[in-house]
């Protein structure tokens, strides 16, 4: 078995053979013309498949590039070892104003604006609430950049006026870091989720049923999803929440947590 069939089959399991397929047509076309190749926007959990595909891949290194440090949607550099010149990861920002006396825009109305107008999710970075300067701005495949421009003119109800700022000129998103111990009675998602967005176990699962929440950038599968150390849980609209520590048991019988939300 080849090391390509190997990756395809280990992320089948997963239900993301296809993510894996197209990024290892990326690395090997970076090998075929020794230089490198780049990817669409990828979560944390696309970058740790090129990860795992560079460590099959001994003649590649792996380098990235969101738009602006911290990034969380970055786009992958499959590069050749021996290539020393500069990489083009080909990422634009822009900023997007409207009258915000009149209107307030939330990242899934921008979000589903730019879908709206036929763009995929692969080709967009991150979308950072702005300033009063800017209300968002928006990490873009370059290429799509004149298009975005010409027919993205209203957000929702909002007319909105759209500008192509340099990358240099972003302003990075604040994020609040709220640290949580908590203790569960199991590690099973709705439980270590109800902890962490301080809500009821039953609103969490009907939650997780309607498809709002992810755990490490993937869907959640169900509500007794086992929880790990390290594992990232975000809900739709209300942030992510890391496990940082899972302790011992109370004299109750209740695990002890320790979690970081980021609002």
Known sequence: MSEREKIIRYYRASGEAELAAKLLDIAEAALRYQKYKIS???DPFGISVAETIIAHYGRLRLASDGGYPGAERVKAAFVTNDYMGTIDFGISVLAVQYDSRYYSLSHRDVLGALTGAGLKREVIGD???GDRQYQYQI???AKLVEF???NLTQIGPAPVQLS????TEIVPREETLKEIRATVASLRLDSVAAAGFGTSRTKMAAE?????VRVNWQDARNSSQIIKPGD???MRGRGRVEVCEIGGQTKKGRTSLLLKRYL
């Open 148 to 150: 975005v421009l010409r």
């Open 127 to 129: 979308i950072i609430p």
């Open 232 to 234: 990232v849980i975000a």
């Open 40 to 42: 669409d926007f990828l």
């Open 164 to 167: 192509l700022l340099d990358l």
């Open 208 to 212: 997780i049923m309607a498809e709002k």
């Open 139 to 141: 990490l873009i495949d």
